[in-house]
């Protein structure tokens, strides 16, 4: 382990444990008075240790243990998003003492915080779809999007026409084998039950 891992790991545990610091809660630190402040320090430090997670999953060398920690990170962006709608309803509220400027700065807060949830990797398809497609390989890329087949791109032409029309009448003929077949099978069918009641 590195000493950056180590000092991450210090800062997470520090942040993780930090509501518990008495000489914070004396000084009137801790997130502020109002509601606001308390749950947006509460999700923004969520999001922080969300993005902690995401890199060691990313990190991580066993499989199992990465799919777990990205189980975890989707389950906390679904909470956080959660989160983000009581903010947005909170921000909307009146505050006494609240200038103008300060009620317009936490709606832009909590207008980006769905889009700060979402930006979170979480080894799915969603935020982490650089590779083109969502795909789990890295080095395999789809590069066929909705603006290359145009309108043209699903004409029939004479060609496919024509295969259509042979396909279909070598399936009608295959049918009719098989039903020919299935006659013959009935056929010796009754016979074989005919000849054991004679038997």
Not at 126 to 134: L, M, P, R
Not at 143 to 163: M, P
């Amino acid at each position: 382990m590195s000493m950056i891992d180590v000092l991450t790991w210090v800062d997470a545990i520090c942040k993780k444990y930090d509501r518990y610091d008495p000489d914070k809660h004396r000084n009137g630190g801790g997130g502020g008075g109002d509601p606001f402040s308390r749950l947006y320090a509460a999700v923004d430090a969520e999001i922080d240790a969300a993005i902690e997670k995401s890199g060691r999953a990313a990190r991580e060398k066993n499989r199992a243990a990465a799919v777990a920690l990205n189980a975890d990170v989707r389950r906390t962006k679904l909470r956080l998003l959660e989160e983000a709608v009581k903010l947005n309803k909170i921000a909307a509220k009146k505050v006494k003492g609240l200038s103008p400027e300060e009620k317009a700065l936490r709606v832009d807060l909590v207008a980006a915080l769905p889009h700060r949830i979402q930006s979170i990797p979480d080894g799915g398809g969603g935020a982490a779809d650089q590779n083109g497609g969502g795909n789990a390989r890295p080095g395999i890329q789809f590069d066929s999007s909705a603006e290359a087949f145009d309108e043209g791109y699903f004409q029939t032409s004479e060609e496919s026409e024509q295969f259509r029309r042979e396909y279909e009448m070598r399936r009608v003929k295959q049918d009719e084998g098989l039903d020919f077949i299935s006659e013959g099978l009935d056929t010796l069918k009754n016979l074989a039950e005919d000849m054991n009641e004679v038997v």
